[in-house]
């Protein structure tokens, strides 16, 4: 889980989008979550996967959901020549859900 927004990032797993606990999060941050929509905490500049580095420039962005009442943190998905899209993860899991029923599957 996000530990200190804007300073050190330690989460559990690489695994985007994550919900955060609100409580946490600076006034000023929230307001601007608010208002402008995201606010972008941090970029990931490389990473190292099975000892091998790679450079990103992967930005990673605090966001609300108003559906859910939760801030989550998120990266774009998508392509450069396609949409990028951000999405909270309890959207996220009711999609799935509505998929496997649709197709009669029960885990996607």
Same mark, same amino acid.
């Given at each position: 889980?996000?530990?200190?927004?804007?300073?050190?990032?330690?989460?559990?797993?690489?695994?985007?989008?994550?919900?955060?606990?609100?409580?946490? *999060?600076?006034? %000023?941050?929230?307001? *601007?979550?608010?208002?402008?929509?995201?606010?972008? *905490?941090?970029? /990931?500049?490389?990473?190292?996967? /099975?000892?091998?580095?790679? +450079?990103?420039?992967?930005?990673?962005? /605090?966001? %609300?959901? +108003?559906?859910?009442?939760?801030? %989550?943190?998120?990266?774009?998905?998508?392509?450069?020549?396609? +949409?990028?899209?951000?999405?909270?993860? /309890?959207?996220?899991?009711?999609?799935?859900?509505?998929?496997?029923?649709?197709?009669?599957?029960?885990?996607?």
């Amino acid at each position: 889980m996000i530990v200190e927004i804007g300073k050190t990032i330690m989460c559990e797993g690489l695994n985007f989008p994550k919900v955060v606990d609100g409580k946490k *999060i600076p006034l %000023y941050v929230k307001l *601007i979550v608010r208002v402008f929509g995201s606010y972008r *905490i941090f970029t /990931l500049d490389k990473v190292s996967v /099975l000892g091998r580095e790679f +450079k990103l420039n992967l930005d990673f962005y /605090l966001l %609300y959901c +108003k559906k859910h009442r939760v801030y %989550y943190v998120d990266f774009l998905h998508g392509f450069e020549d396609k +949409k990028y899209f951000l999405g909270c993860p /309890l959207c996220v899991n009711e999609y799935k859900k509505f998929i496997d029923g649709v197709i009669g599957r029960e885990n996607c």
